[in-house]
């Protein structure tokens, strides 16, 4: 954990940042930087005048270069590097939120000498360094950790020796100015091995002397051996032998063990030399005593004694407490010896386990039987054996959503009942499955399909486990379509609880249209529907009603009559859905009259409107059903009226008043004028039949008839309009049965373009035009009517539009006309001609003071737009355009081909930011618009992880990240134990001890049989202790003397023994748990021991820095993968940083150590981390760090 050199205008930065955010430091402080060309010089930073020559510890304020917060005050500010000038400063002012740059060039003292420092592990060595120059030999003694100064510069030999380590030599270079830094491991001899002794049986005792016998007296081993040889006894006495023999005076330092070491099977650390052993054991006797081996050093040696009984059976008599049902089995070492009460044959001289049960009911009871107490005395066995009842083990679990009570290991007498209580998590899960699995039998599956339930297990007889499964809450949902059309899942679909349902789709059948939807009983108008998670949790019902587009309307009519449709007899016909029925005219046959209609419920009379002398059913709309309209006649009589319009002028006979009639009664009438008068014209129901006398009529309908009489002279009105005359003009008197001629004639430019007589237009006449009215009875009138000239104007359009006017229009002489010009939807306004003449783009076109014929005619031209194709790394996109545009006409249709180099697949296609899924040819259909077009290519991945630990003891929780780049989506771990799994960073449990392989196996579509990363003997397990500790500063960073707490997390610690080294003295602890106070700045190795004595030890080591300026780093993971993407990521920072600023490169921040963020869009990202403390800050940038597809 080296010190981390910031650029000034870097450090600058950030602590203008920290200064006007104000979320680092607090306002009240000022901030200087200290550099020094070198670097690495000392700072002293005091608030009273002291010479260079007086500073101390309590002033050093770290390492150039540095940037630190100050309160505010008068300091001095001092440099010293060795081999320099000590560089200082006259007095300077710290206020608050100030900042301050000091760069310093040191000079140099031109120094004669150099220094060496040599540290050692352990420390403690002894060190002669020694120095050669001609005629003199210059050698300095000491012991590291060595500090030696003044030295001339040259080339030194040096040798470190310790006891019990391999000596170490080597040369260095001492540089005028420089202090050289050696650090030396020393490497342990080794002295000792493991010894392992066995015998068979076990349980025998094991005498044991040797060692070093060279360090002994002369002749001292040729007498323990014959002492051995001869001696017959118990290993007590043979250890007191060996002791009166060797003396306890003799023993220390010399490397010697004898007496009684174990019994077997045990292991033992021996120092190397040689060693003779005895066993002991009651009954037996070894083949050959005494016996040898050698130990070497670092050597594992087994040492496996047949012991051989001295005599071969004993009768043993056994009862058991069972033995009224049926008797124990017996068995020794596996052999079936009978059932209680027996005589039972055991080997002599032995200890011997004898087994008895009746299983399943009772359990096994082994004795231990010393067969010696029975030599030569068959006996019966002092007690009654008690078996008891066999305790089974019921094992119960349940899944995350199912509850089974009592759960767990459940211990059961045998025979017994045990009772389960089995319940699923409200609402949403039920109780499914209960599988129970009795040992030797096949598994039950019992089904519920319930909330809750009882299970009575009966009958316990041997262990069992129950496993409990839920089941998802079904919720249905019924859909029903009625007449006219259908729903794509029909009737009853069931779900799981709170899952989302099916968009449920009504469709119309041909002739039907969609009406409404009922859900759950409330009306809508939605012809889809779907039922969210939060609302499936109950069932549900949909009814989609339909109605037809058309209904058919029949028109009737009863005997006597009929109805039309227009000028024909109604047929039926069809009209749409909640439409119009036609307007029919209801005609009665000769004879008859209508009288009612029938319109389903609908008021008839309502129905009904006359015009002139018909009738008609008028029509009725919001017609939802098929309809009959029916018309209604009956057979009629006539009402006659007959009269004179003015009595005065004449009568008529018969006059007839309400005269009734029959259908087709004949009747006569004649019109008699008085004297100056004569008959005008006799109107029947209002209807003139000219002058006819007599006027006869045969009855087939209503008569109202009218005899008019008029004077002899009679008046003509003549009118001209504008543009002309007629003459004679206004009112003309005319006798009647004379005649009278009227002439009309046009002015300039116009024409006559009607001549109304009597009401009736006789069109356009050639000017001049005379009309003549003979024998002249009745009144009359004439009128004419002129037209101005027009000229023709023609129009005309190309493809892509319309002008309006379409046509050839006429316009009068003098007027004006204004044409409009219409692009189609992919076309634009090209040009306007007039009479041949271009006008522009023009959208409308006006003549004005048309005096002659003219043309008009619009030019298109169609839209064209862009296609902007983005390559992308990893493959290419046909055609690519020009710079990447490729220009297409509106409604045409373009494709592309999308072609991955070799090696890569299509990943996405990114049409209008938006992906389209994987194509690798795509086209763009009836374009309208501008479009964007990019492809993602996926490389094969790049495997690696890491576990956060690499040793660990069997079945220990080992936690694997996953640093896989471009783009994984599935993966495969190989744990090397015969384990595997598909979890990304997944959490793996090893059994055994050994050394393990790990192999991941990332895939994606470009490599979709695996890209292999395999770390050999990656994962060691081991039962031997493993040194861990973790280090937590009391107040976070302080000047010198903060108090350090180190904890032990080491694992396998069982019969262990603790030792710290803390790198800054001799000073340690022998504790699990240690604290510690370092007095100066710096950079400590803390060491960390964990021994099993004469086992195995391991180490830890961590560094510890003091009052140093924080230095960031981090990693994350995963570091690529598809948006929305998750990433973890992890502070990695040296040197106590107190506060954290975390750039995640889209914009967001965090203030957090160690944040989870979310990126939701794709791209590559720069990630940047910058750390704060007292003493200064640091940033750490990674380019395009994470990926997101």
Not at 622 to 650: C, M, Q, W
Not at 939 to 958: G, L, M, S, W
Not at 1171 to 1177: A, K, L, Y
Request: proline share 6%.
């Amino acid at each position: 954990m080296g010190k981390v050199q910031i650029i000034p205008f870097i450090a600058l930065a950030c602590v203008l940042m920290l200064l006007v955010t104000g979320s680092m430091a607090a306002p009240s402080k000022g901030v200087i930087y200290v550099d020094s060309n070198p670097d690495g010089a000392e700072i002293y930073l005091t608030n009273t005048s002291v010479s260079p020559d007086n500073l101390t510890v309590h002033d050093t304020a770290g390492i150039t270069p540095r940037e630190f917060f100050v309160d505010p005050g008068e300091y001095r500010l001092f440099l010293k590097k060795y081999g320099y000038i000590t560089w200082w400063n006259e007095s300077f002012t710290v206020a608050p939120e100030s900042y301050q740059v000091f760069n310093i060039t040191l000079t140099e003292t031109n120094p004669q000498y150099g220094a060496i420092h040599i540290d050692t592990q352990p420390p403690g060595a002894n060190l002669v360094l020694q120095r050669f120059i001609p005629n003199v030999t210059s050698v300095i003694y000491s012991s590291t950790p060595a500090s030696v100064e003044s030295l001339p510069p040259g080339t030194y030999n040096f040798t470190l020796t310790k006891d019990g380590y391999y000596p170490y030599s080597n040369t260095t270079v001492v540089k005028a100015g420089d202090v050289t830094e050696l650090y030396v491991p020393l490497v342990p001899i080794p002295d000792s091995g493991i010894v392992t002794f066995k015998s068979e049986p076990n349980s025998a005792r094991v005498v044991v002397v040797g060692g070093n016998f060279s360090a002994l007296g002369s002749g001292m081993e040729m007498e323990i051996q014959e002492y051995l040889e001869s001696y017959n006894g118990t290993p007590d006495e043979v250890s007191a032998g060996i002791k009166n023999i060797v003396g306890t005076e003799t023993i220390p330092p010399i490397k010697f063990v004898y007496g009684l070491v174990g019994t077997t099977p045990f292991d033992m650390e021996l120092y190397a030399g040689e060693y003779v052993y005895l066993y002991f054991l009651d009954g037996y006797s070894m083949n050959e005593m005494p016996r040898y081996f050698n130990v070497s050093a670092g050597e594992k040696k087994t040492i496996v004694e047949t012991l051989i009984p001295d005599q071969e059976f004993v009768q043993v008599f056994f009862e058991t407490n069972v033995d009224e049902e049926g008797g124990a089995n017996v068995a020794v070492e596996g052999d079936e010896l009978g059932t209680t009460p027996c005589w039972v044959s055991l080997p002599s001289h032995q200890i011997v386990s004898v087994t008895f049960d009746q299983m399943p009911l009772y359990a096994k009871k082994v004795v231990t039987v010393d067969t010696t107490l029975f030599e030569g005395r068959p006996s019966k066995w002092g007690e009654i054996i008690q078996l008891e009842l066999m305790t089974y083990y019921l094992t119960a679990s349940d899944d995350d959503h199912s509850t089974i009570n009592p759960s767990g290991v459940i211990a059961v007498t045998a025979g017994n009942t045990q009772e389960f209580n089995l319940s699923g998590e409200l609402p949403a899960w039920l109780v499914g499955n209960l599988t129970v699995h009795r040992d030797g039998y096949d598994p039950i599956v019992y089904p519920y399909n319930q909330p809750s339930a009882v299970y009575q297990h009966t009958k316990i007889l041997q262990n069992a486990t129950l496993s409990l499964t839920s089941v998802k809450k079904k919720v249905a949902v019924n859909a029903t379509a009625g007449k006219g059309g259908s729903v794509n899942y029909p009737g009853i679909t069931l779900y799981d609880f709170e899952t989302p349902s099916n968009q449920y789709n009504f469709t119309a059948n041909d002739g039907y249209v969609f009406k409404e939807l009922w859900v759950d009983g409330e009306q809508k108008f939605n012809d889809k529907w779907d039922f969210p998670a939060s609302q499936m949790i109950h069932n549900h019902t949909l009814l989609g009603l339909f109605r037809p587009t058309h209904v058919l309307i029949t028109p009737v009519a009863t005997t006597g009559g009929s109805i039309l449709d227009g000028t024909s007899e109604a047929t039926p016909y069809w009209i749409e859905y909640l439409g119009c029925t036609h307007q029919h005219e209801v005609v009665a046959d000769p004879g008859y009259r209508f009288t009612y209609a029938n319109f389903t419920s609908t008021d008839a009379q309502q129905l009904l409107s006359s015009e002139s002398d018909k009738i008609y059913i008028g029509s009725v709309c919001d017609i939802d059903k098929n309809t009959t309209i029916t018309a209604h006649f009956e057979p009629l009589n006539y009402t006659v009226n007959s009269r004179s319009a003015d009595e005065t002028k004449g009568i008529i006979v018969p006059a007839l008043t309400n005269y009734t009639a029959g259908f087709g009664e004949t009747l006569s009438f004649k019109s008699n004028p008085f004297a100056g008068y004569q008959l005008s014209e006799i109107t029947d129901n209002g209807i003139s039949k000219g002058v006819e006398n007599p006027y006869n009529i045969t009855v087939n309908e209503d008569h109202d008839i009218v005899a008019h009489f008029q004077s002899d002279v009679l008046t003509i009105e003549a009118v001209a309009g504008e543009g002309g005359i007629i003459e004679p003009e206004g009112s003309v008197n005319v006798t009647f049965g004379d005649s009278q001629c009227f002439n009309i004639t046009a002015n300039a430019n116009y024409y006559i373009s009607s001549v109304v007589i009597d009401g009736e237009d006789t069109g356009n006449q050639t000017s001049p035009y005379q009309y003549c009215f003979n024998n002249v009875t009745t009144d009359h009138n004439i009128s004419a009517y002129f037209t101005q000239y027009a000229y023709t104007i023609t129009p005309s359009a190309g493809v892509g539009g319309t002008i309006s006017p379409s046509t050839p229009q006429l316009v009068p002489i003098g007027d004006s006309a204004i044409f409009t010009i219409t692009p189609s939807g992919c076309y634009t306004i090209k040009d306007v001609q007039v009479d041949g003449e271009s006008k522009g783009a023009l959208s409308t076109y006006t003549f004005v003071n048309v005096t002659e014929d003219h043309t008009i005619h619009a030019d298109f031209q169609i839209k064209t737009y862009e296609i902007l194709v983005n390559q992308s790394e990893g493959g290419m996109i046909d055609p690519a355009g020009d710079d990447g545009v490729v220009t297409v006409n509106c409604g045409s249709t373009q494709c592309f081909n999308i072609t991955p180099d070799e090696g890569n697949v299509v990943y996405d296609v990114i049409v209008d930011n938006n992906s389209v899924g994987v194509y690798n040819k795509y086209c763009f259909t009836n374009i309208t618009d501008n479009h964007t077009l990019e492809a993602v290519f996926v490389i094969p991945p790049e495997p690696d992880f890491e576990a956060d630990r690499t040793r660990v003891p069997p079945k220990y929780p080992v936690s694997f990240k996953d640093f896989t780049r471009n783009n994984p989506t599935d993966w495969l771990w190989d744990f090397g134990d015969g384990e595997i799994t598909t979890t990304r960073e997944p959490v793996h449990y090893f059994a055994e001890v050994g050394n393990y392989t790990v192999t991941l196996t990332a895939y994606n579509a470009a490599a979709t049989d695996g890209v292999n990363k395999t770390k050999e003997h990656y994962i060691e397990v081991t039962t031997n202790p493993i040194a861990e500790f973790v280090a937590k500063s009391k107040g976070g960073i302080l000047p010198p003397g903060v108090e350090i707490e180190f904890v032990d997390t080491s694992l396998n610690t069982e019969g262990v023994a603790y030792g710290w080294v803390f790198g800054d003295g001799p000073k340690g602890a022998i504790s699990k748990n240690a604290t510690h106070i370092y007095d100066g700045p710096g950079v400590y190795q803390v060491t960390h021991q964990v021994e099993k004595p004469f086992i195995a030890k391991d180490y830890a080591y961590e560094t510890i820095t003091i009052l140093q300026k924080p230095e960031a780093d981090f990693i994350a993971h995963p570091v690529s993968g598809k948006a929305p993407l998750t990433v973890q990521f992890e502070d990695r920072s040296q040197g106590f940083p107190t506060s954290w600023l975390w750039d995640f490169g889209d914009t967001v921040k965090s203030y957090d150590q160690n944040p989870v963020h979310i990126y939701s869009s794709s791209g590559n990202y720069t990630v940047s981390l910058s750390v704060f403390s007292d003493e200064g800050s640091s940033i750490k940038t990674k380019d395009g760090f994470i990926t997101v597809q």
